[in-house]
């Protein structure tokens, strides 16, 4: 039977920035293209707790967005690690590129964030340095690949220098004592990824977390049975047209635990998209069963190799455009053709197994995507003949605007 929960929880734990809010009055803008408070107090609070200084498990977050933080319409500025990155939301690929003055204008509002940025260690002076920006190819300078939901306008490198026995340093630039620092590596709650291309919709943040939790749960659950009598292998299934960030975080989870992939737990990666297999790199191939051909890509029948109620915990990742578009006849198969690939993954989840649900909309709001969400879910389990209830909701990262629903499903 189907049930909504009553739980309503987002497992990001961002900060959210805002400006000051637009005239009522003229209806525009503030003048400035970027705050500059606002932005210097982000950059600076990002650097010192998740950058080269900080040893804990993110360092991956959102400076500012859109028009409400001072940027052109439809972009945002991210920080990956030690890059900072202005970039392009692809669904709003109508709205003109920003102009050099503006690349220029956030360039110098950077550079003033980290003016005053400086410590003393051990008589050892720490000071940050930001690169010349780098441009898009649509502004004249090398291609990025970024995300698939995005387009990198400019991108900027942060790095620390250390100098030593200086009292003040007026050009970081120069100078034999002036030694630089390894850039860290990029990390979102403690699962590492090569480079942003491969970390996913930040809208799915969330979901990424607790699907870790989902999983750290049922290492903990087993680790009991075991103690009782032997018990085989824990199986992960990760479906997904967009990429295999959820079966990475699995990966990374079992290895940072000691397990024996294939004899403790394996990781069956199902690309339904030649994008999503094409996010599968040769590191975390070795680690997963990815059932996709080598050559060709995605199956047109991908499950079908799958043995049925075969694994504990499960994760399926869809584009959903929700019941607003319902009228076009091409939205119609659209939608069949989610609920046939949803009711198939349900169908290989173990009874008493878990499964992630996780849809991400298309320029509709949050409340139409979730009602599209739990119609298409009903739908499934009576097709797949299985009952299930929802058992939690995990709304988008909290740094994001995106629109996307995740739901934990419990199945019988």
Request: charged share 20%.
């Amino acid at each position: 039977m189907f049930r909504g929960s009553g739980a309503r929880k987002c497992c990001s734990s961002s900060f959210l920035y805002r400006t000051a809010p637009t005239s009522a009055a003229t209806g525009t803008s503030p003048p400035s293209l970027v705050t500059v408070p606002l932005l210097r107090a982000a950059l600076l609070l990002r650097w010192r707790l998740l950058s080269l200084q900080f040893d804990g498990d993110s360092n991956m977050c959102v400076l500012a967005e859109d028009a409400a933080d001072g940027l052109p319409r439809g972009t945002r500025l991210e920080m990956y690690g030690s890059n900072v990155q202005l970039v392009r939301q692809l669904s709003g690929a109508g709205e003109a590129l920003p102009q050099p003055s503006v690349i220029g204008e956030v360039t110098a509002t950077l550079e003033g964030a980290l003016t005053d940025d400086t410590t003393e260690r051990r008589g050892r002076q720490i000071v940050a340095v930001l690169s010349p920006p780098h441009l898009s190819s649509s502004l004249g300078g090398p291609e990025f690949k970024g995300n698939e939901d995005v387009e990198v306008i400019a991108q900027w490198t942060l790095s620390r220098k250390r100098v030593e026995n200086v009292q003040r340093v007026t050009d970081t630039t120069k100078g034999d004592g002036v030694k630089n620092e390894e850039p860290p590596p990029l990390m979102e709650n403690g699962i590492v990824f090569p480079s942003p291309r491969f970390a996913g919709l930040r809208v799915l943040r969330a979901a990424r977390h607790s699907f870790a939790l989902l999983l750290e749960n049922e290492l903990r659950e087993r680790t009991g049975e075991s103690e009782v009598g032997k018990v085989g292998p824990l199986a992960v299934l990760d479906v997904s047209e967009l990429d295999c960030t959820f079966s990475r975080v699995a990966v990374q989870m079992a290895v940072e635990r000691g397990l024996v992939l294939e004899q403790h737990m394996h990781v069956n990666f199902v690309p339904l998209t030649p994008a999503a297999t094409a996010t599968a790199d040769e590191t975390v191939r070795s680690f997963l069963r990815l059932v996709a051909h080598p050559t060709r890509g995605a199956h047109l029948d991908p499950l079908r190799p799958l043995q049925a109620r075969c694994f504990k915990l499960g994760c399926c990742t869809f584009c959903s455009k929700g019941r607003g578009s319902a009228a076009n006849e091409g939205s119609k198969k659209d939608e069949a053709s989610l609920v046939s690939r949803l009711a198939g993954v349900i169908s290989k989840i173990h009874s008493n197994g878990t499964l992630l649900v996780n849809l991400v909309g298309d320029g509709i709001n949050h409340e139409e995507l979730r009602q599209g969400a739990e119609m298409h879910l009903v739908e499934a389990l009576l097709r797949a003949d299985r009952c299930g209830m929802v058992i939690d909701e995990v709304l988008p990262a909290a740094d994001t605007r995106g629109t996307a629903i995740s739901f934990v499903v419990s199945l019988c």
